[in-house]
């Protein structure tokens, strides 16, 4: 089983949306049961991934397979996991049974077509963090556009129509760009009858001038930049969040945005070093802009979804300035926070979800006082805003801590004008809280709101581990992923 490890998790979630599709539409619990039932499965076929995973030797690709799919045209089945993509994966199937337990109550219409989407969209996200062969990671890359796509265009708020498509077309410009530098690489590497998809083969044989490097990594760079997504190109991210379901918002915010941030550093960086090096100025400069951005519109924000999707912008700018500050205490806070924006980002969307559920709103004026009437609600939330805005304890202090260490030695003027946004972020959060939580219950309508029901506890419970786990204690998490990070900075530092 361990040898094959891999590819079960990976097409695990395609079989449980075929046995999904085995049972009657009208069944609506036994779906949703038979949903959770094996997203569990899938995380605990995960487990041993994490606990077998060899952490000194993380640098190193392991549970690796690799098989030939289409051997004339030199495509291979490869997988493999190191250090990063091995957090990205367990972060994946970790959210997915949290997600279809925390929103049971929240989609009554088409749950068969819902929960199969849903699990067509793990696979695929799965397949992007594992896959070591270019054309495969493109398939997986293009499985995760059409479920989300459809999650929001059919499951979605009143503009759902307008959000997928936009989502949609940005997301596809930038894949088709991509699909274009990768077809180059193949053509380019090996000889005749010889060429390869093989990303370990191309980094090895593949070399090129300063410019054709620029522009290559300029089309793999836009495709993940939009994913991320990065200012200026996020402009799809608020209006998907706010139309997307809570489930969709919770997959999105949690998974589907580290794909561009994996992307960056397993590919684009690795690949196209001198490019990475020319861009540098315009994307440091980018990344501090679409955190100060990003903070500045959350507080302007009157729906309490709208925000946490404009704060999304400004995280995932500290994830990026990470990344490009080539140090190894950067980009190890990057990809933790990733994980770390994945598990406050999620629980936040879930939390909206909540009252949301309750009172078919979601603006910041239609509450206040809730901690009267919802206290254990009250502190669940309080502890997710604190992990969100950095708190020293939780885990986002540890990712952004580490993030600001190693940016400052690469860029320290940038990392100051970063820094602020640690500051707006505070701001826009704990004034949010204070709004909903605090003072009278002037709106009757929420003075006999329930508080969360056990349902809802045991799915905050694992978050909450997890915020505190990382804040005090990242060494399980910083020990497997250091050796990863170790080696692709040797990587591009050696091209």
């Known amino acids: 089983m361990m040898d094959n490890l891999l590819p079960l998790l990976t097409f695990f979630p395609l079989l449980a949306a075929g046995l999904l599709l085995l049972i009657p539409a009208r069944s609506e619990s036994t779906l949703k049961t038979a949903a959770l039932g094996l ?6 076929f995960s487990i041993p991934l994490f606990t077998s995973f060899v952490a000194e030797q993380g640098g190193s690709m392991q549970f690796v397979v690799n098989w030939d799919w ?3 045209l030199g495509v291979s089945f490869k997988l493999g996991v190191d250090g990063i993509s091995l957090l990205l994966v367990m972060l994946t199937t970790f959210l997915l049974p949290v997600t279809l337990l925390g929103t049971w109550n929240a989609v009554h219409e088409h749950v068969k077509g819902y929960l199969v989407l849903f699990f067509l969209m793990t696979s695929g996200m799965l397949g992007v963090f594992v896959a070591l062969d270019l054309f495969v990671f493109y398939v997986f890359w293009e499985l995760t556009l059409i479920p989300m796509y459809f999650l929001i265009g059919i499951w979605g708020g009143p503009r759902r129509i307008y959000a997928a498509v936009k989502f949609f077309l940005f997301t596809m410009a930038g894949s088709v760009l991509m699909l274009v530098a990768i077809l180059y690489l193949y053509w380019h590497t090996g000889s005749a009858g010889n060429h390869t998809f093989d990303l370990a083969t191309i980094l090895s044989q593949f070399r090129a001038g300063p410019d054709e490097q620029l522009w290559l990594f300029g089309a793999f760079a836009l495709a993940f930049a939009i994913k991320v997504p990065m200012f200026p190109v996020h402009t799809w991210l608020p209006d998907a969040h706010v139309e997307a379901p809570t489930g969709g918002s919770v997959i999105l915010a949690g998974v589907l945005l580290k794909m561009g941030t994996y992307g960056f550093l397993r590919f684009a960086m690795p690949l196209f070093p001198s490019g990475l090096h020319r861009a540098m100025p315009i994307l440091v400069a980018l990344a501090v802009v679409g955190i100060l951005y990003g903070a500045w519109l959350s507080i302007a924000q009157k729906d309490v979804k709208k925000l946490v999707a404009y704060s999304s912008v400004s995280h995932l700018g500290f ?9 190894p205490e950067g980009v190890a806070g990057a990809v933790l926070q990733m994980i770390n924006h994945g598990i406050s980002t999620g629980a936040l969307f879930l939390a909206v979800g909540v009252i949301y559920e309750r009172r078919h709103t979601r603006l910041i004026a239609d509450f206040g006082g809730l901690a009267r009437v919802m206290p254990i609600y009250a502190v669940v939330f309080m502890i997710v805003c604190l992990s969100s ?9 540890t990712g952004e801590f580490l993030i600001l260490l190693g940016a400052f030695k690469s860029f320290p003027l940038a990392t100051g004008l970063a820094t602020t946004g640690v500051i707006f972020a505070a701001v826009y959060i704990l004034w949010m809280f204070q709004r909903v939580m605090y003072g009278p219950v002037s709106n009757p309508k929420n003075a006999e709101l329930p508080d969360l029901s ?6 905050f419970a694992p978050l909450l581990v997890l915020i505190f786990w990382i804040g005090i204690y990242p060494e399980p998490f910083l020990s497997r992923l250091n050796p990863a990070v170790d080696t692709v900075l040797q990587l591009i530092q050696s091209r």
């Open 39 to 44: 997203a569990l499965l899938e995380f605990v």
């Open 70 to 72: 289409i051997p004339t």
């Open 319 to 327: 994830v990026m300035l990470g990344l490009f500050a080539l140090t």
């Open 389 to 397: 805005i950095g708190l020293p304890g939780t885990n986002g202090f």
């Open 454 to 459: 056990l349902r809802e506890m045991a799915v």
